[in-house]
């Protein structure tokens, strides 16, 4: 982005903000559906039902993607991507089934740190003392909302964590490949590599549907991508730094979901230790922006089903 449309951007900072804003409901509104849904359908079905029904939505992208011209080193991306992208998907629908949403939420924000590790691990980017401060607070939020020994840590625990963790690589093949292909593209190449790689978990846990959550689940595919383009309009009406910390308010949704729609009890601990993270991340995407680097760091959110 240029300095110019840097500047553009700075001058609609209210509209960046309430694209944002209704960003982060639409992506709540997916958590319902996905945690509806949870008791009547298999993960790894519902996961897959979710990205197969949502292929129909682009179907308009056939010609761009023939057109791409996609090199062998770039299918191999694209699959590799896919088979981590099905991986994150499948346990998040697991774990959004069996622990509260406030817990998948907060821990879904360990992604962009795990984005910034791995940045320094294998891309050789350097981190600077705060940033690595900013990395240990947001994992002191992790075990915060965990407790280890003091609770309980399930299944979905460990599992939500996987998921943070495999799409925090999806993201960084996915920052390749939009650096050589159009980004629908690479959304397209990612619904379809993604569905093709639940088939087989999928089909080994099958259970027909009933048509009531065939429409969820459709209806989940329209919103989460729905919540894709409108996270779209808000990061091109403003900067990164005036818009990400809107999307934290997620976790306030969530919670107020959970409450109201599923009867799950408000956990202080889970608040508190996704501040950390919120904080954290906040932190370092503002550092990012104030040395003017290119950010490895996605919104949260881009990260999600």
């Given at each position: 982005m240029t300095i110019a449309s840097n500047s553009a951007a700075s001058a609609r900072p209210v509209a960046g903000i309430l694209w944002m804003l209704f960003a982060g409901i639409l992506f709540i509104a997916v958590n319902a559906g996905?945690?509806?849904?949870?008791?009547?359908?298999?993960?790894?079905?519902?996961?897959?039902?979710?990205?197969?029904?949502?292929?129909?939505?682009?179907?308009?992208?056939i010609r761009p993607v023939i057109n791409a011209r996609i090199t062998p080193r770039q299918w191999r991306m694209i699959a590799g991507r896919g088979l981590l992208h099905s991986m994150g998907v499948g346990t998040w629908f697991y774990a959004m089934a069996v622990i509260p949403i406030a817990d998948v939420t907060?821990?879904?924000?360990?992604?962009?740190?795990?984005?910034?590790?791995?940045?320094?691990?294998?891309?050789?980017?350097?981190?600077?003392?705060?940033?690595?401060?900013?990395?240990?607070?947001?994992?002191?939020?992790?075990?915060?909302?965990?407790?280890?020994?003091?609770?309980?840590?399930?299944?979905?625990?460990?599992?939500?964590?996987?998921?943070?963790?495999?799409?925090?690589?999806?993201?960084?093949?996915?920052?390749?490949?939009?650096?050589?292909?159009?980004?629908?593209?690479?959304?397209?190449?990612?619904?379809?590599?993604?569905?093709?790689?639940?088939?087989?978990?999928?089909?080994?846990?099958?259970?027909?549907?009933?048509?009531?959550?065939?429409?969820?689940?459709?209806?989940?595919?329209?919103?989460?991508?729905?919540?894709?383009?409108?996270m779209t309009l808000a990061l091109r009406a403003a900067p990164i730094t005036v818009t990400q910390p809107v999307t934290f308010l997620q976790l306030v949704w969530a919670v107020a979901l959970g409450v109201f729609a599923f009867g799950e009890a408000v956990d202080p601990y889970v608040i508190l230790g996704g501040g950390m993270i919120i904080a954290a991340v906040s932190f370092i995407t503002w550092r990012e922006e104030m040395v003017r680097r290119k950010s490895i760091t996605p919104p949260p959110g881009a990260t999600k089903g």
């Amino acid at each position: 982005m240029t300095i110019a449309s840097n500047s553009a951007a700075s001058a609609r900072p209210v509209a960046g903000i309430l694209w944002m804003l209704f960003a982060g409901i639409l992506f709540i509104a997916v958590n319902a559906g996905v945690k509806y849904v949870g008791p009547v359908v298999p993960a790894a079905e519902a996961a897959f039902l979710r990205y197969s029904l949502g292929l129909i939505l682009l179907i308009p992208m056939i010609r761009p993607v023939i057109n791409a011209r996609i090199t062998p080193r770039q299918w191999r991306m694209i699959a590799g991507r896919g088979l981590l992208h099905s991986m994150g998907v499948g346990t998040w629908f697991y774990a959004m089934a069996v622990i509260p949403i406030a817990d998948v939420t907060a821990i879904n924000f360990l992604s962009p740190v795990f984005v910034t590790i791995g940045a320094a691990i294998f891309l050789g980017e350097r981190l600077a003392m705060r940033r690595i401060m900013a990395v240990v607070v947001a994992l002191v939020g992790a075990i915060v909302i965990l407790r280890p020994g003091v609770r309980e840590v399930l299944p979905g625990h460990f599992a939500m964590m996987g998921t943070a963790l495999v799409f925090a690589a999806s993201y960084m093949i996915a920052k390749q490949l939009s650096d050589e292909l159009p980004p629908m593209v690479v959304v397209t190449m990612l619904s379809l590599s993604v569905s093709i790689g639940l088939a087989p978990a999928a089909a080994l846990v099958w259970v027909t549907p009933d048509w009531t959550t065939v429409a969820v689940l459709f209806g989940v595919a329209v919103v989460a991508t729905a919540g894709h383009y409108v996270m779209t309009l808000a990061l091109r009406a403003a900067p990164i730094t005036v818009t990400q910390p809107v999307t934290f308010l997620q976790l306030v949704w969530a919670v107020a979901l959970g409450v109201f729609a599923f009867g799950e009890a408000v956990d202080p601990y889970v608040i508190l230790g996704g501040g950390m993270i919120i904080a954290a991340v906040s932190f370092i995407t503002w550092r990012e922006e104030m040395v003017r680097r290119k950010s490895i760091t996605p919104p949260p959110g881009a990260t999600k089903g």
